[in-house]
């Protein structure tokens, strides 16, 4: 296995694990919202509109650090390979 290989494979399941992590976050976002509000209220004070623009804008940040630094790489080594 060449270094260029294992550094391929090591993006894709980086990617893969990442992706798993956002649609996990999504799916709690989605479906617990209420629980995840109470639970980050502990320690946060949130109202309901900034706890949901914080996640929102948080899930755009990781998604789009996802791509940059994880799937475009990838894609690179691919077409390279």
């Known amino acids: 296995m060449t ?27 989605a479906f617990a919202r209420n629980w995840m509000h109470r639970f980050h209220g502990r320690w946060f004070r949130l109202g309901a509109e900034e706890f949901d623009s914080l996640h929102y804008r948080l899930m755009g940040t990781f998604r789009m650090l996802v791509i940059v630094f994880n799937l475009v790489p990838l894609i690179a080594l691919w077409i390279v390979l």
């Open 3 to 29: 270094a260029a290989t294992m550094i391929r494979d090591v993006l894709l399941w980086c990617t893969v694990i990442n992706i798993g992590i956002f649609i996990i976050w999504f799916l709690v976002f």
